[in-house]
């Protein structure tokens, strides 16, 4: 089992930044890739971007790429997202999630992670 707590959610404005932390406890010793997910009221929850277990590889939505960057600290267990130029059409409750022990490959789909945080609310004000 993987426990996950997202943190450094908040209210902005718009253009502004915010940096979330996702704490990794329980089986941390096991290799997995992981990711960072968002739903927004009244909409379907999306992926935003992911690492794989080495961090050589990432993804991004197009939406946020070029503005977001998605890093990870193995050594602390913690994955990060680096939010930049932030707009109101960010505004959302961003999730972190882990793919299944083994699997140490990034991915777009939400159906391949296996643990989720509690998710932390990001608002962005115009």
């Known amino acids: 089992q993987v426990q996950l707590v997202e943190s450094g959610g908040g209210l902005v404005q718009a253009g502004g930044s915010l940096r979330l932390s996702c704490a990794a406890s329980?089986?941390?010793?096991?290799?997995?890739?992981m990711g960072w997910f968002r739903q927004a009221p009244g909409k379907e929850r999306e992926f935003v971007a992911a690492?794989?277990?080495?961090?050589?590889?990432?993804h991004y939505a197009d939406s946020v790429q070029g503005r977001f960057s998605i890093s990870g600290d193995n050594a602390k267990n913690t994955m990060y997202l680096q939010m930049n130029s932030l707009k109101p059409e960010d505004t959302a409750v961003y999730y972190c999630?882990?793919?299944?022990?083994?699997?140490?490959?990034?991915?777009?789909?939400?159906?391949?992670?296996?643990?989720w945080g509690q998710g932390t609310q990001v608002t962005v004000s115009s």
């Open positions: 999630a882990a793919r299944e022990s083994g699997r140490i490959f990034a991915s777009k789909h939400d159906a391949e992670y296996r643990y």
């Open positions: 329980g089986r941390t010793f096991s290799s997995y890739a």
């Open positions: 690492i794989s277990w080495s961090g050589g590889t990432t």
